[in-house]
């Protein structure tokens, strides 16, 4: 069985679209097609039902989602375990998205191998699709996402609550604020509370999708964009980055996607490590929004 037949056939079900499925897998639609028509093939029987509104699982395609799942999980595992370096026994797989890295990430794995020094991890960088993709074909066990996607298999807990707050690299007022502002894609609930707090900044003629990287282009130019407070505590210290005097701030939670498959055992021990980072991050950042509080509101 051609693996990427399976996985596939997993991004049409949980998408309902050709078309769609497509761009997430990078591969053109017609690709998309023949895969599934292929699989359909060898298994002698229709796995969707196509129409202009998109694809929708037969009987059989709603049978046969459990097993791809398995197979993929299987052939992970398999990959995964013969992937493990000398010296090492047993691996952990995760993900997180970029923001996510700073004091969190990086400290997971620290944490991880000091508890367990036998263990090999892998770790990827992404966006929420994408991750959200290695989980459900079993690439990764656990992600760290912003924005998580239920999808069967899976279950989603809340390790801490970002705050988003509104820095530049020059001194100024929110009022003063135009051409400068640069806007950071942090989601449909953000972008909503954004356009009824600050309306006059709805009509930016800069946007990024790249989450905490956006720091990086906000420290060397001219330029102001809504970043996590511990993302840009570091440029905050040095006066790099400044807060923007009489800006709002915006709760922007963060969560833990884990695989339900996972072993009992490697869950215990990387959910403990991470509520322990969480909660040593969130009292970091408690004590820098404290600062901010008690700053004098003026440019």
């Not at 709805?202 to 993302?231: C, E, H, K, M, W």
């Amino acid at each position: 069985m051609d693996i990427t037949l399976i996985k596939t056939f997993i991004e049409v079900a949980n998408t309902g679209s050709f078309v769609a499925a497509s761009e997430r897998l990078f591969v053109t639609q017609s690709a998309v097609s023949l895969r599934v028509q292929r699989l359909e093939d060898s298994l002698g029987h229709p796995l969707f039902k196509r129409s202009k509104a998109g694809a929708v699982l037969t009987s059989e395609g709603e049978q046969f989602t459990s097993y791809a799942l398995s197979l993929l999980k299987i052939w992970e595992e398999a990959r995964q375990q013969i992937a493990i370096p000398e010296g090492y026994s047993r691996s952990f797989s995760f993900g997180a998205q970029h923001a996510l890295w700073h004091k969190l990430g990086f400290r997971w794995i620290d944490a991880m191998q000091a508890m367990m020094p036998e263990l090999s991890i892998h770790a990827e960088m992404g966006m929420s699709d994408r991750l959200t993709r290695f989980l459900v074909e079993g690439v990764i066990q656990a992600a760290l996402l912003y924005t998580p996607q239920l999808r069967p298999g899976l279950r989603v807990e809340p390790v801490l609550e970002e705050e988003l707050i509104l820095v530049a690299s020059f001194e100024t007022d929110v009022k003063d604020l135009g051409k400068e502002y640069v806007a950071v894609d942090w989601g449909p609930e953000f972008t909503h509370m954004h356009a009824s707090a600050l309306p006059h900044l709805t009509n930016s003629g800069r946007s990024l999708a790249l989450g905490g990287l956006a720091a990086d282009y906000i420290v060397n130019r001219r330029a102001a964009a809504y970043l996590p407070a511990r993302a840009v505590q570091r440029y905050l210290d040095v006066g790099k980055l400044h807060v923007v005097a009489n800006s709002p701030r915006f709760a922007y939670p963060a969560w833990v996607v884990w695989r339900e498959d996972l072993d009992p055992e490697m869950l215990s021990i990387a959910r403990r490590s991470l509520m322990d980072l969480a909660q040593a991050a969130e009292n970091q950042q408690n004590i820098l929004i404290e600062s901010l509080d008690n700053a004098p509101d003026t440019p």
